[in-house]
């Protein structure tokens, strides 16, 4: 099982990224994905989420009008679009598939991906 998230780096204040994270090991169209983030000094903190099929999406609400979670079953990816950056965005982001059935919960992590925002 693996999870590969890219599109990390460095953008100026308003700017935009578009992160990815590659699934592959597991059926993908099976989880739902969650993009987390964690900033310098915090916990790790959901961002935003999106159902197996893709038909309901949730942010947080620092994030909610500014970040976009999609995904392409075909490609065994998912995405976040990150406009209008802020500072504040400044974290390792790390995206997580997760399946519960009944009462059991599995789960997979990517190693993360830099994003700086800074001028």
């Known amino acids: 099982v693996q999870l590969v998230e890219s599109g990390g780096g460095l953008v100026q204040p308003g700017g935009s990224l578009r992160l990815s994270c590659a699934a592959s090991?597991?059926?993908?169209?099976?989880?739902?994905m969650n993009w987390f983030r964690q900033r310098p000094g915090k916990e790790r903190e959901l961002v935003a989420a999106i159902t197996n099929t893709g038909g309901n999406t949730n942010y947080a609400n620092a994030v909610k009008g500014r970040f976009t979670i999609s995904r392409d079953n075909a490609e065994n990816t998912v995405y976040l679009q990150m406009n209008s950056l802020k500072p504040e965005d400044t974290a390792v982001y790390y995206c997580?598939?997760?399946?519960?059935?009944?009462?059991?919960?599995?789960?997979?992590w990517g190693q993360g991906t830099q994003v700086t925002v800074s001028s």
């Open positions: 090991g597991f059926t993908f169209s099976d989880y739902a």
């Open positions: 997580r598939a997760i399946l519960t059935s009944g009462s059991r919960i599995n789960y997979y």
